[in-house]
């Protein structure tokens, strides 16, 4: 049983329980105040909740322990997605869509609950972030099979290993059997305009639409 605290979590838009949820994931070293400014640029319509990760760390916060950047330790992946799922069941059932938005430790956790579960979330934007490969989540052809998945990078991303990004772009876009909408720009490890308007687009798109997958 984990003993990790429940989640701080800043609340925002709809308050109607049956409206899509969508949760935001902050970066490693954030905190869930600064994602959390991400809402006033989004779709309105759709509850929002930005969550504080679980491990303190430089200052903010973490979702898992890393063995190098963008490499989770599985056994912490593992503790931490535990404890993700048990307070999401929490605060919503399962017929509600919920949509996961990570940036860089944020998407790679956001990556690895889609992988884990790829049916319980509408959809899942993936920002300047790596999926969590060897990290204990299944990475095999066809795993996405029909989830809807946004992914973001700038070609002078200095954070993220390159090739990690490039590994998550091609099974995203690939293998992984998804559907995608995708934008590569010429910035570094930040949201640019041209994402930010794309992924604007997207939240609305999965949020309005009415198909009978979670």
């Known amino acids: 049983m984990s003993t990790l605290t429940k989640p701080t979590v ?15 994931l902050h970066g490693r070293g954030s905190n869930e105040a ?8 989004l779709a309105v319509g759709p509850a929002y ?19 190098g950047v963008g490499r989770p330790v599985a056994e912490s992946l593992e503790e931490t997605m535990l404890w993700f799922r048990t307070w999401l069941d929490s605060v919503t059932d399962r017929q509600r869509p919920v949509i996961l938005v990570g940036f860089s430790g944020g998407a790679a956790f956001a990556g690895a609950l889609l992988l884990q579960e790829p049916e319980r979330f509408k959809g899942a934007a993936i920002l300047y972030g790596t ?21 973001a990078q700038g070609d002078d991303d200095t954070v993220i290993p390159r090739e990690l990004l490039d590994r998550t772009w091609e099974y995203i876009t690939g293998e992984s059997g998804a559907h995608t909408m995708t934008v590569r720009h010429s910035g570094g490890h930040g949201i640019g305009q ?3 308007v794309q992924l604007v687009r997207w939240l609305e798109d999965l949020a309005t639409s009415r198909d009978e997958t979670p």
Request: glycine share 10%; net charge negative; aromatic share 10%.
């Open 131 to 151: 999926l969590p490969f060897d990290a204990g989540v299944p990475t095999t052809p066809g795993r996405l099979k029909d989830a809807n998945v946004f992914v």
């Open 194 to 196: 041209d994402a930010l």
């Open 34 to 41: 600064e994602i959390s400014s991400l809402v006033a640029h």
């Open 10 to 24: 800043t609340w925002s838009g709809s308050s109607d329980p049956a409206s899509p949820l969508v949760l935001l």
């Open 49 to 67: 909740a930005a969550v504080r990760a679980p491990i303190g760390e430089e200052g903010g916060y973490a979702w898992f322990a890393n063995r």
